[in-house]
């Protein structure tokens, strides 16, 4: 069965810098929407990076928007997060997720999750000092 499993979360100062990886098993993420989702304590989840993997076409919340950095690594099948100068408000649990491509649509934060099908376990992400 298809798996997208997380990993590179952890505890950081503000300021420091994070590197998640989501690693796909059994699905070929070539030609499709990746997206890194997160939910904080007391918020519903939502949409902070996405990729159409075909294009190379990439969106952000601008909450993340020069911070954070979504890319592809076709050959190791897995999509990254580089997460810099991480503030407090960055805190929860982060989530990869994958859906096929719509015909007239794009891969956009703005439509959030829908669509997606496939949803890794999360990795923690916390920033304190």
């Known amino acids: 069965q298809v798996q997208l499993v997380e990993s590179g979360g952890g505890s950081v100062q503000p300021g420091g810098s994070l590197r998640l990886s989501c690693v796909a098993s059994?699905?070929?993420?070539?030609?499709?929407?990746m997206g890194w989702f997160r939910r904080r304590t007391g918020t519903e989840r939502e949409a902070v990076a996405s990729i159409d993997t075909g294009g190379g076409v990439k969106y952000y919340d601008d909450s993340v928007k020069s911070r954070f950095t979504i890319s592809q690594d076709n050959a190791r099948n897995t999509v990254l997060l580089i997460m810099n100068n991480l503030k407090p408000e960055d805190t929860g649990m982060y989530y990869c997720?994958?859906?096929?491509?719509?015909?007239?649509?794009?891969?956009?934060?703005?439509?959030?999750?829908?669509?997606?099908?496939?949803w890794g376990q999360g990795t923690q992400v916390t920033v304190s000092s």
């Open positions: 997720a994958a859906r096929g491509r719509t015909y007239g649509t794009t891969c956009s934060v703005a439509g959030g999750s829908l669509g997606y099908e496939y």
């Open positions: 059994n699905y070929d993420i070539r030609a499709k929407c």
